[in-house]
């Protein structure tokens, strides 16, 4: 099983005053910590901070992951949110965003749902895996590819810790994307895919929906080009080793007792999750 071993940065220059932000940023993380160990759903943090910045959310978002450290967690990589038109307009989202993807968030195919989600939806996505530590601003697709050594199909369980589900992006990003866990299929190396040209039928039983991997962004490497970019920005590169996932190729499913979600990649292979 590949996963990798990623160093998390974690919070650098963090104003931690009695009355400045950081405070408010760790007292917002604990109330995201809290409404997933109770499973009891909040209030968007936006509608108590009107003001929230783009900084903010991410502040937030680290000290959010401070807890899964501290509980004996890892991370693993990142997951990648709203990076296909479908996700953006399934929530009304308009920008893309990622959160940390950690070690107890993992399953291999045929998995079994945890029970101690509040309300979980399924995506299919494309996992990748880089090789090498990457970062820059403007990285080029070519020099992506060059560091992904494998791929791999995968089904993404997100849950809000937000009332109805219903979040601002700034929520979102601070509640580290919806990151609750990722069934994995086989790792496939990457000199035996074309990234651009994968694609997957998810079935529940019921309805089923098509997707293909240029859904996000233009390309799954595109994806991971943003990625970089945006760790550039805040700081930090992209660890090798990371596991990536890639962002949502349809709008999801809603995960109900009961129901077996298929995601058939074709030659990629197939995923299976049972609620």
Request: charged residues 20%.
């Amino acid at each position: 099983m590949l996963l990798g071993y990623v160093i998390y940065e974690g919070i650098e220059g963090e104003e931690r005053d009695m009355f400045g932000s950081g405070v408010r940023h760790q007292e917002f993380a604990k109330l995201l910590w809290e409404a997933r160990l109770k499973r009891n759903p909040i209030k968007p943090l936006t509608a108590l901070w009107p003001d929230m910045t783009v900084d903010d959310a991410y502040a937030i978002q680290n000290w959010l992951i401070q807890f899964y450290l501290a509980n004996g967690d890892r991370p693993v990589g990142f997951k990648l949110g709203f990076t296909s038109l479908e996700m953006r307009r399934a929530m009304g989202i308009h920008d893309s965003n990622y959160g940390i993807l950690l070690a107890s968030m993992i399953q291999l195919s045929p998995a079994k749902a945890n029970d101690n989600l509040i309300h979980p939806r399924v995506e299919p996505e494309i996992a990748m895996r880089i090789g090498y530590r990457l970062s820059g601003t403007d990285i080029t697709l070519a020099r992506v590819r060059d560091a992904i050594t494998h791929v791999a199909p995968a089904l993404e369980i997100v849950d809000s810790r937000f009332e109805h589900f219903r979040f601002t992006f700034l929520d979102n990003t601070a509640d580290n994307s919806s990151a609750a866990g990722v069934v994995l299929g086989e790792w496939r190396d990457i000199s035996h895919v074309d990234p651009d040209r994968l694609w997957v039928k998810m079935s529940d039983g019921v309805q089923e929906v098509e997707g293909f991997s240029t859904a996000v962004m233009g390309s799954p490497l595109a994806a991971v080009s943003w990625l970089v970019a945006e760790r550039t920005r805040r700081g930090h590169p992209l660890p090798g080793g990371s596991v990536i996932l890639t962002g949502g190729m349809t709008a999801p499913f809603v995960l109900s007792p009961g129901t077996r979600i298929e995601g058939d990649f074709g030659p990629l292979g197939q995923v299976v999750l049972q609620v």
